[in-house]
Antibody, heavy 121, light 113 residues
Framework: QIQLVESGGGVLQPGRSLRLSCAAS????????MHWVRQAPGKGLEWVAL????????YNADSVKGRFTISRDNSKNTLYLQMNSLRAEDTAVYYC??????????????WGQGTTVTVSS | DVVLTQSPLSLPVTLGQPASISCRSS???????????LNWFQHRPGQSPWRLIY???NRDLGVPDRFSGSGSGTDFTLKISRVEAEDVGVYYC??????????FGQGTKLEIK
């Protein structure tokens, strides 16, 4: 059974940094790309970032470019999101999601439960 | 970026009645490989999102057959043939044809009348 468990969320002030983690199990982590998707309070889903199965290719949404970095450690079956220069508008539930197999355009198929990040002064 | 527009945004439905959600794209979602990468997700309260449909009309494993997807080009529809209590939640369409970025519709909140 595929499981994705996010951690690392919290409450912090604007301008600070935070690293989220996503522990994966139940599948061969190193075979799949991984996504981060977020949902701000009262808003819909917003794609944040994608990393390829081996970590060589990374893509970000324009809203986080230059501030957020996606990475992974395949030896630990863990996905990360390093978030710097946080803003109030980054307040959201952050989900990690497994990329669907075979074709990147298929997007994501399995999601974690999410971790909450609140940015407030 | 591709903009997906869902309607309605709120959908009150009587148990056992059908429901339909529209998703319209700002540009054709037909990929150069001939496929159309339009997915539907269900997001129940307090749970993680769950993919229901991929490539317009393909149901994921475990998805009840009362859910169906259709459409082409820029116009897509998710239908529920007979709404059950467990179907309450927010439904999103998502496109992957023109990534990055992957983009979602605004979401349609289904509730029971």
């Amino acid at each position: 059974q595929i499981q994705l468990v996010e951690s690392g969320g919290g409450v912090l002030q604007p301008g600070r940094s935070l690293r989220l983690s996503c522990a994966a199990s139940g599948f061969t982590f190193s075979d799949y790309g991984m996504h981060w998707v977020r949902q701000a309070p009262g808003k819909g889903l917003e794609w944040v970032a994608l990393i390829s199965y081996d970590g060589t290719n990374k893509y970000n949404a324009d809203s986080v470019k230059g501030r957020f970095t996606i990475s992974r450690d395949n030896s630990k079956n863990t996905l990360y999101l390093q978030m710097n220069s946080l803003r109030a508008e980054d307040t959201a539930v952050y989900y990690c999601a497994k990329a669907a197999p075979t074709v990147t355009a298929l997007g994501m198929d399995v999601w974690g439960q999410g971790t909450t990040v609140t940015v407030s002064s | 970026d591709v903009v997906l527009t869902q309607s309605p945004l709120s959908l009150p439905v009587t148990l056992g009645q059908p429901a339909s959600i529209s998703c319209r794209s700002s540009q054709s979602l037909v990929h150069s490989d001939g496929n159309t990468y339009l997915n539907w997700f269900q997001h129940r309260p307090g749970q993680s999102p769950w993919r229901l449909i991929y490539k317009v009309s393909n149901r994921d494993l475990g998805v009840p057959d009362r859910f169906s997807g259709s459409g082409s080009g820029t116009d897509f529809t998710l239908k529920i043939s007979r709404v059950e209590a467990e179907d309450v939640g927010v439904y999103y369409c998502m496109q992957g044809t023109h990534w990055p970025p992957f983009t979602f519709g605004q979401g349609t909140k289904l509730e029971i009348k």
